[in-house]
């Protein structure tokens, strides 16, 4: 992944990094915590201990009451990538879906670094796997890349357990999350979404899928198994069958897009064969819509 | 229609070790059924698809797998079809009964001291007796009826049909049970009655005719295993081709198994042969043995079975020497030219035609002296021989062609060491009276008009041709009674002289000063006789009863017997440790050649597959 080609066509993706947020405008992510910023938010009446500074004179001497000025504290965005490293993502194949995933990974942290933002990775199965914690610092790219690197597939996929997995845990910081998967997850996604999107993620959802998974190039008799478990079916394999996947599947896609839709959440659809940066470039438009 | 499971039969139930195909189809099918495996990680996805298509109907699931039934059911038809059902069922009381009586050769076999013929019959009066009040016809398997296979037509008088019966004669010929089927068939106006046919049907042939025959009831006789016998024990010495003599042996088993025993062949009291023999069914064993000229004695050839060396199986007894010339058969297929086509001339030369071009050859002189060289050419001296040149010492060369006999005529069906050879000659030239001194006098035959025998210094010659091709002569019971004649010529002393058998020769000196004299036969006919050196030789004695012989002063009477079981034309004698006894009835009626059937079901079968082939039906998994 660290290679120059890739380094090279991040540096491309850097120009965007000036114009683009995530969900919301950077400088505008207010946190509920009362901090040090120049936006007032609210008065409270002065308590021995707070600090003499923050007291309003000019209403001290309206209402001859002591008075605290509060300000809001204004914290940096953070940025959560969360990729899908279940066996359905890998595959024998050189362009997997988990490769395609960590690309754009990575591509997306390089950008919100550049953007001096907060990012974080998780890739997850079943469960969070393994984690990379937030930071900002530029030098973070490097950490991104070897977390990137040392991802590979394996488990079942349960991105609802997964991200319960997430919210459940303590210190979580809310932020934006973008969910990288290919959503063939037997037990469903939506749950997952939702915790999210109460724990107050703006959560961005992309679907990557491969072109074998859009058009299956098998006919005749086989056996399809599940990648990630042991089931089998026997086929013969013929256009009609071909035909009722492909509805099959696009039925599929578009639930995901309308439920998406519903909790206005950016959606985008990938496929392996176009070229990451162009997805890429594609994500950060449906973020700006 | 209603099936009787219980009364089909199976004519080969070997055939249904096909069905061990069924469970290499079965492996074969699931081997197939190792299909290219894909991991997908849309696995839902083709989940959904599949529970889509699943068919809910439980016939169509069966029809997924309708490739391994077809197969299952073509093994299963084909296994069912060889093994040649066919359904058995008791005979209707309102039918007509055949009953046609095997008198073949094999027939002649002796088994308890009774021949098969003799015990056929008495199975046919016992069938009779049981089968009272029906309308029967009895009929043989070869001509024996007065010279037919059957006398009269359906009938019940019970007494008429027994007379029948007891006079069916022994025939030294083999069965022809379609011709006598068809004879049936002809008198039963062309419906089929109900036969039964009672003989122990060794040939091949007959079995398999029998077997496919409609409303057949099979009562078989004899034992299988008893049908090895000898049939021919012969010698030859014949210096001109081989200084030695030859003994020429031939075993036959007349039977549908194989048999094994012990073949002895003794020359005086030398044992010249000893062996264990096994011989498979309608097989022969033809061998010969070559012996020192002057060895003599009698030679005798016995079966043995097992270790049972006290039974006295003797085969056949040829005493040797005879001391006098040979036999020679000469089949001609224009019997009436021969004797005048035949040059009497010394010296002849043939220029053998051969695929090797032309070769001198000096022909076997048959005769002596006076009597000139009757040629003959040996087929066995090139097998490819087509055309003869003959020089009868004219200048003038002709060629004759040789015309070959079918392989089945060339060889006597009884006495097989008689082997016809066709050697046609065209030319026609009269007999030189001066032969008139040798005495050659015909021993006239209905059946077989041109026999010549002549003596010359001690030694006798017999030449008697007839029409191998056309002529049915050697196939009749008379032969080898002719032949019997022969050699009684030939050895006159031993001819009886006033109690023969059917065929002996009479012998008897009348008066030297007389020429002829003539015999008053049973049925009045009267034949003229030529004394030679006054004695009367006289050979037709076919029918029994009391002859008569006169001349000027003297009378003399002879009697011939009418025994059959004494007759000399059975091929084999009485073995005594035989044992033989009817088998259980086989009743096969009416013959539903249900194999046809299903061999069209399978065929539907395969068309099927075929057609789910080509259509691809039901392809979805």
Known sequence: MKNEAFLRDLEKLSFIAKKINFGTRIGDSISKRRGNSLEFVDYKEYNPGDELRSIDWNLYGRVNKLYLKVFSEEVDLNVSVFIDSSMSMGGKIKETKLLYAKKLAAAISYIALKSLNSVSLFSFSNSIENVLPPSRKQGHIEQVFDFLENISSGNKTNINESMKNFVMRKGTATGVAIIISDFFSAPGYKEGIKYLIHKGFVVNIIQVLSPEDKKPSMIGKVRIQDIEGISALSLNVNEIMLRKYSKKLNRYIDDLNSFCTMYNVPYLHADTSMHFEETVLKFFRVQNR | ?621
């Open chain 2, 1 to 621: 229609m209603f099936i009787d499971l219980s009364r089909v039969r199976f004519e080969t139930p070997y055939a249904f070790f096909l069905l061990l195909l069924i469970p290499v189809i079965i492996a074969i099918h699931q081997f197939q059924r190792e299909r290219m495996l894909i991991k997908s990680s849309a696995y839902s996805i083709w989940e959904e698809v599949f529970n889509e298509i699943k068919p809910k109907n439980t016939l169509v699931q069966m029809l997924r797998n309708i490739l391994i039934y077809l197969h299952i059911f073509f093994v299963l038809f084909l296994s069912i079809a060889i093994a040649n059902p066919h359904y058995t069922s008791s005979i209707p009381s309102d039918k007509k009964i055949a009953i046609l009586i095997d008198n073949s050769a094999s027939m002649s076999t002796v088994e308890d001291g009774v021949t098969r013929l003799e015990r056929a019959k008495s199975a046919a009066i016992e069938l009779i007796k049981n089968g009272k009040n029906r309308s029967i016809l009895v009929s043989t398997t070869v001509d024996s009826i007065n010279g037919r296979r059957f006398d009269g037509l359906f009938t019940d008088d019970q007494e008429k049909i027994t007379r029948r019966i007891l006079s069916i004669t022994q025939s030294s010929s083999s069965e022809n049970i379609d011709k006598a089927l068809d004879n049936i068939r002809l008198v039963g106006k062309n419906s089929l009655p109900i036969i039964y046919y009672i003989g122990d049907g060794n040939r091949k042939s007959t079995a398999k005719t029998l077997r496919m025959t409609k409303n057949i009831v099979i009562i078989p006789i004899g034992n299988e295993k008893n049908n090895l016998g000898i049939i021919n024990l012969s010698s030859r010495f014949i210096p001109q081709i081989n200084k030695k003599r030859e003994i020429r042996v031939l075993v036959k088993n007349f039977g549908t198994v194989a048999v094994s025993n012990h073949l002895e062949l003794t020359l005086g009291k030398r044992n010249i042969f000893n062996r264990d023999i096994t011989l498979n069914a309608m097989k022969s064993l033809d061998f010969a043995l070559k012996l020192p000229a002057g060895e003599t004695g009698v030679l005798k050839a016995r079966l043995l079975n097992g270790d049972n060396y006290k039974n006295d199986n003797t085969a056949f007894h040829i005493i040797e020497p005879l001391n006098l010339a040979k036999v020679t058969v000469v089949a001609n297929t224009y019997p009436r030219n021969i004797l005048s086509s035949l040059r009497i001339q010394k010296d002849i030369a043939v220029d053998v035609l051969s695929e090797k071009g032309f070769k001198k050859q000096a022909l076997t002189g048959e005769l002596e002296d006076s009597i000139g060289v009757f040629y003959r050419v040996l087929p066995d001296y090139d097998p490819f021989l087509s055309t003869v040149f003959i020089n009868p010492g004219f200048g003038r060369t002709k060629a004759y062609r040789v015309k070959e006999l079918p392989a089945w005529r060339r060889q006597h069906p009884i006495v097989e060491n008689i082997s016809f050879s066709s050697f046609f000659v065209g030319n026609i030239y009269p007999v030189p009276s001066t032969l008139a001194k040798v005495n050659i006098s015909p021993i006239l035959s209905a059946e077989m008009p041109l026999i010549y025998s002549s003596e010359n210094k001690g030694k006798k010659t017999v030449i008697f041709t007839f029409d191998a091709e056309a002529a049915g002569l050697s196939m009749q019971p008379s032969f080898p009674i002719l032949l019997r004649r022969i050699i009684q010529w030939f050895n006159i002393n031993t001819v009886p002289e006033n109690n023969l058998n059917p065929g002996d020769i009479f012998h008897a000196y009348l008066d030297k000063n007389e020429d002829t004299a003539y015999v008053l036969s049973p049925d009045s006919k009267k034949n003229t006789i030529k004394l030679i050196n006054g004695n009367i030789i006289f050979a037709e004695t076919a029918k029994s009863g009391i002859y008569r012989v006169k001349s000027k002063d003297k009378e003399l009477l002879f009697s011939v017997k009418n025994d059959p079981a004494e007759s000399d034309i059975s091929p084999k004698l009485p073995r005594n440790n035989l044992v033989g006894k009817a088998k259980k009835w086989t009743v096969t009626e009416p013959f539903v050649e249900t194999w046809k059937l299903l061999s069209a079901c399978a065929f539907v079968l395969l068309m099927c597959e075929w057609w789910y082939q080509k259509k691809g039906i039901y392809a979805l998994y």
